[in-house]
């Protein structure tokens, strides 16, 4: 098994100067329907594909239903799932207010077992030039560090964000990113994977 990634020489401009980097990002995945995962799920298990599709609609509503109560529900095999908050913090408790909400949250924390998967997964990258052109096609030798949740508040209650905003959070684990684009380490600025390179101080550019 392995994660396959692609960079692709892009145009990239900050302010009046426009430069080529490599942009690493994921290479897109087809999602899978619901149904290919059950039906894998009872061939895999042994019982009929009813009697899991019974099982999956079962386990859905009940996650469904606790996490909307407050609690942390374990998804089996992979981790935990609860739902949480983003909100601007005040001083007086008469400012206490549903509107200081300002998201709310679906966080999800993997298992050991997960990371530690995710971890030993080889991440293959291919290069492409800005033609299209594939010039290269390595696999990756990083550490294999994965990215914990964003709350490192002890007391589990979330931790504070600059400008007064809080994340809340009934469990230890903040925000999770799951997913997503691979950063590439680019000159002049941070490029996050996409199509769109954001400069650090404010200006926003993007390839060609």
Known sequence: MSIKIKAKERKLKLGDSEFYRYVMQPELY??????KVIR????????SQGVMQACWDAAGSVIKAWATEGHSVALPGLGTMRFGLSAKAVEDVNDVKTGLIKTRRIVFTPSTDLKQE?????????????????VKRVTSTDPGTVEEPDDTDPNGTGGSSTGGNTQQGGNT????????????DNTGGDSTGGDDYHDPDGGTNSDE
């Open 30 to 35: 087809s999602a899978l329907a619901a149904e």
């Open 173 to 184: 684990g903040g925000g999770s990113n799951t997913g997503g684009n691979t950063s590439g």
């Open 118 to 134: 995710l971890k030993d997964t080889a991440v293959i990258i291919t290069c492409y030039d800005r033609n299209g052109v594939e």
């Open 40 to 47: 894998e799920a009872a061939l895999r298990s042994g019982v």
